[in-house]
């Protein structure tokens, strides 16, 4: 049974790998993104913080975004079925990081009160059993000691947490509560403790290529445009986030 579940998972990568080919072949103008469904980053039905940039950097390309589990996103924009990972907080391994984030913002830790209370910042979970979503966090997002366990999901993770599994679940708030409300559960603020843990800046993912140096240098001058003209801002707005602190040398500052 394990082996036909691979044949199959085997057999719609390359269909999905096929399909992307086709699209980025029929069109030198057409953007092809890659990464996960997010609430409010990239919505399925096209809107979100993150597609709704990338339309305005990219306002000549047709934009085409297949919604894959992370990992598998930086894999296909390695080996040149996508243009773009949305988004990254470090380097990866054949791929290259824009300079100028898309994100900014906390991350936070979940947990039972029953455990862990008081809050002692690092202290608390100095040692303890974290979980997030696979490739979403490290060892070095910590200044402590801490161990870990990587799921596929949100709600893995919240679950991991509530049945004792793990002591804390990391994510960013809003999908801390996408995560409650996937897994079917309520947040009690009797119940759980949400601290911040970090901060980190989100920057979308380029092939190590000449097209791929071609599109970061594009997204970073636009990105720089929309800026200075105070379109970039009205997107941060219409989203609730709050816009990345840009840097842009000297004369941007």
């Excluded at 992307?20 to 919505?43: H, L, Q, Y």
């Excluded at 990219?58 to 988004?87: E, L, W």
């Excluded at 980190?200 to 990105?223: C, M, Q, S, W």
Aim: charged share 25%.
């Amino acid at each position: 049974m394990m082996k036909y579940h691979r044949f199959i998972a085997m057999v719609v990568s390359l269909f999905l790998l096929q399909a992307i080919s086709s699209v980025m072949a029929e069109d030198e103008k057409t953007i092809v993104t890659a990464g996960p469904s997010w609430d409010r980053f990239t919505n399925e039905d096209g809107s979100g913080l993150y597609h709704d940039i990338i339309k305005q950097v990219f306002a000549g390309y047709a934009v085409k975004h297949f919604y894959v589990p992370t990992v598998q996103a930086n894999s296909m924009v390695a080996i040149g079925r996508a243009d773009i990972k949305m988004c990254e907080t470090k380097e990866i391994e054949h791929l290259v990081l824009a300079s100028l984030p898309m994100y900014e913002n906390d991350f936070y830790a979940l947990y039972l009160r029953e455990k862990f209370e008081p809050w002692e910042g690092d202290l608390t979970i100095k040692g303890q059993r974290l979980v997030w979503r696979e490739g979403y966090y490290s060892k070095i997002d910590f200044a402590v000691p801490i161990d870990f366990t990587e799921v596929r999901s949100g709600e893995s993770a919240l679950k991991m947490v509530i049945y004792d599994r793990a002591d804390f679940y990391i994510d960013d708030l809003n999908l801390i509560n996408q995560s409650f409300v996937n897994a079917g559960e309520k947040y009690d603020p009797a119940k759980f403790g949400l601290e911040i843990v970090g901060t980190r800046k989100y920057f979308p993912v380029f092939a190590d290529t000449p097209r791929g140096h071609k599109l970061r240098n594009h997204y970073e001058k636009e990105i720089e445009r929309l800026y200075r003209e105070g379109a970039l801002q009205q997107v941060y707005t219409h989203w609730n986030f709050r816009m990345p602190k840009f840097e842009f040398g000297v004369s941007g500052k």
